[in-house]
């Protein structure tokens, strides 16, 4: 099975109840990502992503991003003395970064997203980060954040 079909199958499990305004890829993203699996919802918002040439595919952008940065806490959690997972601290923190810079020019809400929420997930994620010195992983599966959007 190709990525394509495999992404479309996945969404089609992940977000059956979704929201009809909304591309079902965008709700898949939410589910997946309040589920723990970045990586999941990495995949498939860049799938929604490489379709938009307007202003939103950075907005999608920024929402890759945030959930790239916890894909590399995620396996350096998992995998902490392994040669390349132990290192994925800083590769994070700059996802996170690059995430606030593509969110934070959308007014809030944006597609139903309270923006100062995800920047400030983001936010204190680095901070946190950088006031271990990048020697201690706030991420854990108890401490899984979440983003949930706001109804209409």
């Avoid at 606030?100 to 997203?113: G, R």
């Amino acid at each position: 099975m190709k990525k394509h079909q495999r992404i479309a199958q996945f969404i089609q499990e992940s977000a059956p109840e979704s929201d009809p305004l909304l591309d079902p890829r965008y709700s898949a993203y939410f589910q997946c990502f309040n589920s723990g699996l970045y990586y999941e919802a990495h995949d498939v918002l860049e799938h929604l992503w490489l379709e938009h040439r307007d202003a939103d595919r950075d907005f999608y952008k920024g929402l890759i991003q945030l959930a790239g940065g916890f894909v590399h806490l995620k396996k350096q959690y998992e995998h902490p003395t392994h040669p390349t997972h132990g290192r994925r601290l800083k590769p994070a923190a700059r996802l996170f970064l690059r995430a606030i810079e593509h969110l934070e020019v959308f007014a809030s809400p944006h597609w139903h997203l309270d923006i100062p929420v995800a920047c400030e997930l983001a936010r204190s994620t680095v901070e946190a980060l950088e006031k271990s010195g990048f020697e201690k992983n706030p991420w854990s599966p108890e401490r899984a954040p979440t983003l949930n959007l706001l109804r209409a």
